[in-house]
């Protein structure tokens, strides 16, 4: 049945007031999926980002996280990577970005007016997408900062926040405890996707540990009146203190039901303090710098920073937008750079904070001493960056390779080969294993080459995706032993790869040579093995 002129002008009229409404939204909408536009013709290149596609596939073919196949990273991510290739990880990363988007730029608003709001998430969007830092990938940093901004943007609604920055001393009400408990439970999404999320969580509590300890000076010193401020801040940091524990014990008792928490707590939780604990500083000559960058060095900074910000925000209370900042930044800076590693997609999660702080440093209201405060973070990242010899990617010739590969300035293989010079070679590899093998038969790599893997969808036939693991945890003889249990039907060695005297006797005795690459040698099981194995 056609629709009536006037029916239709009244539609149009409510098209056209919400696009009004949300023009905003669209524009950094469109901007992120432009700038993501080149990661989905991106080939499999990117050692993490395999692993993570390694682990999905091996967890929808039935395997137990952790204790089946290993990584070390909490589980979120991995779950994240159950989709059924690499194009719809990268589908979902941009639709992941466009809503964290759209949570950053309503907690923007919060703070600034439309103007610097939009300006602010324009800088968030470009380096949460800027390829020098990895943003183009599907990294945990991007996926943790969803939860955060997202459990932020709630918390945002309460009387909690209110009080808080805007110093007011208005009463809260239940639900103001019932909407931080959720916030609690947004936010522990991304504790439960990468640990060094907790370092935002931080970030969230410690606007109830201000208002607490704010309304109880206030109260024992001037205003006994004030009591139920001190009283309802304690309540509310309970509130939302049991929301992030939540979901914690929700994965302890998931693992535990299924037989696997042993696993969970050595890979998913405590093998992250041994990682932090292992890279060597290119300053570790210098003493007193090293231990700077040591664990209890960064805490003791940070209690000093603490300590310092605290001062500042009981002295002027109409700075706390700006110090709550600062803090943020700096709880961010310390995940970064909580094991040292010079890897530039760990930067990625101080853009959040790093995004609202540059526009309050211009900000009039903000005071000189604030803007003192402010930079400290900056410097420390700046300094970090130099010390620690980040290298990042180039940025240019990422979305000039695009163009040229988009307009047929530049065939698949050069496109490819711009990545990692390891693709084509993967690509015959792949073929060769996916034409000669079964969807269920198993395949171990000897070395780093998850991105193999993730291109055949095949098991691995250990826990461990890389070598990397094996060395570290020093499991040869448990990981030959698994290899012999799965018997693969390909295993690939990388020639970089040190010997490992044990596997290669195995190898020459069980598997035939097939074919070899620039970097690789490929081997099949022998038919005598597989005759033997089928008796």
């Known amino acids: 049945m056609p629709i009536a002129p006037a029916s239709a002008d009244s539609l149009w009229k409510k098209v056209h007031a919400f696009a009004n409404r949300y023009e905003v939204f669209f524009a950094l909408w469109l901007l992120v999926i432009v700038l993501r536009l080149p990661s989905l013709a991106e080939p499999y290149w990117y050692g993490d980002e395999a692993i993570y596609l390694t682990i999905g596939n091996a967890l929808r073919h039935g395997q137990d996280m952790y204790a089946q196949i290993v990584d070390h990273k909490t589980p979120f991510i991995y779950y994240f990577a159950m989709v059924p290739n690499q194009f719809w990880f990268r589908i979902l990363m941009t639709s992941w970005m466009m809503?964290?988007?759209?949570?950053?730029?309503?907690l923007a608003h919060k703070f600034f007016k439309t103007p610097l709001a939009i300006?602010?998430?324009?800088?968030?969007?470009?380096?949460?997408?800027?390829?020098?830092?990895?943003?183009?990938?599907?990294?945990?940093?991007?996926?943790?900062?969803?939860?955060?901004?997202?459990?932020?943007?709630?918390?945002?609604q309460t009387t909690f926040w209110t009080n808080f920055f805007q110093h007011e001393h208005k009463k809260i009400n239940v639900g103001d405890y019932r909407v931080s408990f959720l916030a609690g439970v947004i936010s522990a999404g991304g504790i439960l996707t990468k640990v060094p999320g907790i370092f935002d969580v931080l970030a969230l509590g410690s606007v109830f540990i201000w208002l607490f300890a704010l309304g109880l000076i206030t109260w024992f010193f001037r205003r006994p009146e004030r009591a139920p401020e001190w009283k309802s801040s304690l309540l509310g940091g309970m509130a939302a203190l049991a929301g992030i524990a939540l979901p914690l014990l929700l994965s302890v008792l998931y693992y535990t039901f299924r037989g696997t928490f042993d696993a969970y707590l050595q890979f998913g939780l405590l093998y992250n303090f041994h990682y932090t604990g292992n890279w060597t500083l290119p300053f570790a000559h210098i003493t007193w710098l090293a231990q700077l960058f040591t664990l209890p060095g960064k805490g003791l900074l940070t209690i000093i920073f603490f300590l310092l910000s605290s001062g500042i925000l009981l002295k002027y209370p109409d700075q706390r937008r700006a110090i709550w900042l600062a803090w943020w930044t700096w709880l961010a800076l310390f995940a970064?750079?909580?094991?040292?590693?010079?890897?530039?997609?760990?930067?990625?999660?101080?853009?959040?904070?790093?995004?609202?702080?540059?526009?309050?440093?211009?900000?009039?209201?903000?005071?000189?001493?604030?803007?003192?405060?402010?930079?400290?973070?900056?410097?420390?990242?700046?300094?970090?960056?130099?010390?620690?010899?980040?290298?990042?990617?180039p940025f240019l010739p990422y979305y000039q390779n695009y163009v040229k590969f988009m307009t047929g300035r530049m065939d698949t293989q050069q496109y490819a080969q711009s990545f990692n010079t390891l693709v084509i070679q993967n690509d015959e590899v792949a073929q060769a294993i996916v034409d000669n093998s079964d969807p269920e038969d198993r395949l171990f790599i000897w070395g780093t080459n998850p991105m193999l893997y993730a291109l055949t969808k095949r098991v691995p036939?250990?826990?461990?995706?890389?070598?990397?693991?094996?060395?570290?945890?020093?499991?040869?003889?448990?990981?030959?032993?698994?290899?012999?249990?799965?018997?693969?039907?390909?295993?690939?060695?990388?020639?970089?790869?040190?010997?490992?005297?044990?596997?290669?006797?195995?190898?020459?005795?069980?598997?035939?040579?097939?074919?070899?690459t620039t970097d690789m040698l490929v081997y099949r099981k022998s038919s005598l093995t597989s005759l033997l194995l089928l008796q």
């Open 99 to 106: 809503a964290t988007t759209s949570f950053f730029y309503g």
């Open 119 to 156: 300006f602010s998430s324009v800088v968030f969007v470009l380096l949460t997408s800027w390829s020098s830092l990895e943003g183009n990938i599907p990294n945990g940093e991007l996926f943790v900062m969803g939860f955060i901004l997202a459990g932020l943007y709630i918390f945002s």
């Open 336 to 393: 970064s750079l909580l094991s040292n590693r010079p890897y530039p997609h760990y930067m990625l999660q101080i853009v959040p904070p790093l995004a609202l702080l540059i526009i309050m440093l211009w900000e009039r209201k903000t005071r000189w001493l604030s803007k003192i405060i402010l930079l400290i973070p900056v410097m420390a990242t700046i300094s970090s960056l130099y010390l620690l010899d980040f290298q990042l990617y």
């Open 461 to 516: 036939a250990c826990r461990f995706t890389v070598a990397f693991h094996i060395h570290d945890l020093k499991v040869y003889d448990q990981t030959l032993s698994e290899i012999k249990t799965a018997k693969p039907e390909y295993i690939v060695v990388m020639k970089n790869e040190q010997k490992w005297p044990e596997f290669s006797d195995y190898l020459e005795s069980h598997y035939i040579f097939s074919f070899e």
